[in-house]
């Protein structure tokens, strides 16, 4: 028998990387950024590998390579299909990222819909909507049940309600079910932003009572580049192509008329990303497969140990917008109030080994509000001002307690004065 760590599919990728520090030290890189990109896990890895002597082109060949290559891209939406609960009539349309999905959904918009977003979302799903009827971040799930019914009552004609699954910044699960539950009662109906949720919990369409879903690979330990949007395929079919062209266009008459394509094609114009597809189908398959509940059992685990260390560093508030009894996933961001995030950050990575993310986190009117709410005095409006700590897969405890040992050495010295100007602040 083998006393060798049993190989899984979910082992991360690079996990034995070492740093060497100014002093001379080598330790292992503590890779604690995962909500901004998570490693790559093996299922990912090896599936491009196994599928890279059969690269060939995707709908568009009739060679062995290109069969292949175009059985594993569908055989790919089947799968993230199953993964994100798609029911009958609803698509999987393959994108380049969730930003991309949500421009690709906000695209096809029926003219009469309203979308409804709350301020405190990601750029990435507050941007996208045209003219959408914004309501004020809630300070609890209470009351963003009751300003989306507010907001629902005063409208006239469909909406969609546009809602992240959990927050990039505070980690917090955001009550999509409820919201979606009233939003339906409304005749609305919803997408659900899980960027952030998937990588940490089963996202199922029933069950979160969503019409619509956006994913990122590359935070699904699938950096590939492919995203996906997955739901109902009447608004999707109905619209105009996202891109225009070959794969898209079903015939092209000689006067250029054109007829298009319905079901994923029509929005997946060119040559499709087969190796972000496979991935990320592959990482799919390996989370449905692994034991979800202890993954979610050892996160809270080390969450739980993050923030008990935290209450040893005087210097470092948590932030939340519904409380700390909210249930979130494995990020937590601080205010350090009289410290540079970024200054912190970058000392963080040059004399400790440690990655984390400091800045905004293209969430500015939530981080303005947090950061206010904190009393953090920003370096100037724009930028600044948060410390955000993400994990997942292969982190470990002793990565965590570094992080909080270091963090309360930086602070405690006001390491993070000396440097000024928040060069990470997007
Ligand atoms: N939504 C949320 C909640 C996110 O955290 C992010 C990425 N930080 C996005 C959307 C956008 O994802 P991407 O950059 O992969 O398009």
């Not at 740093?19 to 093996?42: E, I, K, M, N, Q």
């Not at 494995?330 to 400790?352: F, M």
Request: with cysteine; charged share 20%.
């Amino acid at each position: 028998m083998s006393l060798l760590p049993q190989r899984t599919d979910l082992d991360v990728v690079g996990a034995g990387l070492t740093v060497r520090l100014p002093g001379g030290d080598t330790v292992p890189f503590a890779h604690l950024d995962y909500a901004a990109s998570a490693p790559c896990v093996r299922a990912a890895a090896e599936a491009v590998e196994g599928l890279l002597p059969w690269y060939g082109s995707v709908h568009r060949g009739a060679g062995i390579r290109s069969r292949r290559s175009t059985q594993e891209y569908e055989r790919a939406r089947d799968v993230i299909a199953g993964f994100v609960g798609a029911r009958p009539g609803d698509t999987v349309v393959f994108t380049r990222n969730t930003t991309d999905a949500l421009n690709l959904l906000a695209r096809c918009l029926p003219a009469d819909v309203t979308t409804i977003v709350f301020d405190g979302e990601h750029h990435a799903n507050l941007l996208p909507w045209p003219a959408p009827l914004r309501l004020a971040t809630p300070s609890s799930p209470d009351a963003a049940v009751e300003t989306l019914e507010r907001a629902l009552r005063s409208l006239r004609g469909p909406a969609l309600l546009a809602v992240t699954g959990a927050s990039n910044v505070t980690g917090e699960i955001w009550p999509v079910r409820r919201l979606a539950d009233l939003a339906h009662r409304y005749g609305a109906r919803v997408v659900v932003d899980a960027a952030q949720l998937a990588p940490h919990s089963p996202v199922d369409l029933a069950e979160l009572g969503a019409d619509y879903l956006a994913l990122s690979g590359h935070k699904l330990y699938a950096p590939f580049g492919a995203g996906v949007l997955a739901g109902r395929a009447d608004w999707l079919d109905a619209a105009a192509p996202y891109l225009r062209g070959g794969g898209a266009s079903a015939s092209v008459g000689a006067a250029g008329d054109v007829t298009w394509s319905t079901g994923p094609a029509r929005h997946e114009g060119g040559t499709p990303n087969l190796l972000g597809a496979v991935s990320l189908a592959a990482v799919c398959a390996a989370l449905t497969r692994a034991d979800r509940a202890a993954l979610h059992d050892r996160e809270q685990d080390l969450l739980a140990r993050l923030r008990g260390g935290l209450t040893g560093v005087p210097g470092a508030a948590e932030v939340s917008l519904f409380g700390p009894a909210q249930p979130r996933v494995g990020i937590v961001s601080l205010a350090l109030p009289g410290n540079d995030a970024a200054a912190v950050a970058d000392r963080l990575a040059d004399d400790h080994g440690i990655g984390v993310r400091a800045g905004q986190f293209c969430a500015h009117p939530l981080t303005r509000r947090l950061t206010g709410a904190a009393g953090v005095a920003t370096c100037d409006a724009s930028t600044a001002a948060l410390l955000r700590v993400s994990f997942g897969l292969g982190t470990t405890g002793a990565d965590i307690d570094r992080f909080v040992g270091a963090l309360g050495a930086l602070t405690s010295v006001g390491a993070g004065r000396q440097l000024v100007g928040a060069r990470t602040g997007r």
